[in-house]
């Protein structure tokens, strides 16, 4: 069975400055795909970046990217120019073969203004 | 485009009891996937029902149990709820059951149970 950590369960950053959240998962699959999903304070989960296990390039979503290290089963994202708004739960997933999501237990991001 | 919807918002019930929580996809969508998602921890993947059959089952008790009517919207029952099932409860909609990443969260249904 897939796992997935977050290792970090709160995380604050200053308004305008670079955060990372890490994420490491443990699988035996070569084929598969990470995700981070937000969840602001009203709960709407969406979806902020993906990444395709067989892709070497870093997913990138405007002030969202990740570095994504196969070998080391390693997610990270990082978020440049914090916003206020960036404030939320942060949750790494991972789906394989089955196509049933597996999820962190989230990070805890506050923006300070 | 209305996105996915859930119904009730909150609910509140009693050991012992039942409840069904429903779930409305985004128009188009033909997977409806479940999660319930306890205070401090990430969401558990429950259900996936995809053209009105279940495509995947999270480790839950046979106590749950879900549905996929011909309009794609869904339906999750809990029976005999015990205070562990309190929780905020998701549901998902994405155009195929191979293509659940691209899924799209309704706002969730908070039950309580006392």
């Known amino acids: 069975a897939q796992t997935v950590t977050q290792s970090q369960p709160e995380m604050s950053v200053q308004e305008a400055e670079t955060v990372t959240l890490s994420c490491t998962y443990d699988?035996?699959?070569?084929?598969?795909?990470l995700f981070w999903y937000k969840q602001p304070p009203s709960r709407q989960m969406i979806l902020v970046i993906r990444?395709?296990?067989?892709?070497?390039q870093n997913a990138t979503e405007n002030r969202f990217s990740v570095n994504f290290q196969k070998a080391a089963k390693s997610f990270s994202l990082k978020i440049s120019d914090s916003q206020l708004g960036d404030t939320a739960m942060y949750f790494c997933?991972?789906?394989?073969?089955?196509?049933?999501?597996?999820f962190g237990r989230g990070t805890s991001l506050i923006v300070h203004p | 485009d209305a996105g996915v919807t859930q119904s009730p918002t909150h609910l509140i019930k009693t050991r012992g009891q039942h409840v069904t929580l429903r779930c409305s996809p985004i128009?188009?969508?033909?997977?409806v996937s479940w999660y319930q998602q306890v205070l401090g921890q990430g969401p558990q993947f429950i259900f996936q029902?995809?053209?009105?059959?279940?495509?995947g089952r999270g480790n839950f008790p046979d106590r749950f149990s879900a549905r996929q009517f011909p309009n794609y919207s869904s339906e999750l029952n809990v029976n005999a709820l015990l205070l562990g099932d309190s929780a905020l409860y998701l549901c998902?909609?994405?155009?195929?059951?191979?293509?659940?990443?691209?899924?799209?969260f309704g706002p969730g249904t908070r039950l309580t149970v006392t």
């Open positions: 998902a909609s994405s155009w195929d059951w191979g293509d659940s990443y691209e899924q799209y």
């Open positions: 699988t035996s699959e070569n084929n598969y795909y």
């Open positions: 990444q395709e296990a067989y892709k070497q």
């Open positions: 997933a991972f789906i394989g073969g089955s196509y049933i999501p597996t």
């Open positions: 128009s188009g969508h033909k997977s």
């Open positions: 029902y995809y053209e009105k059959e279940e495509r």
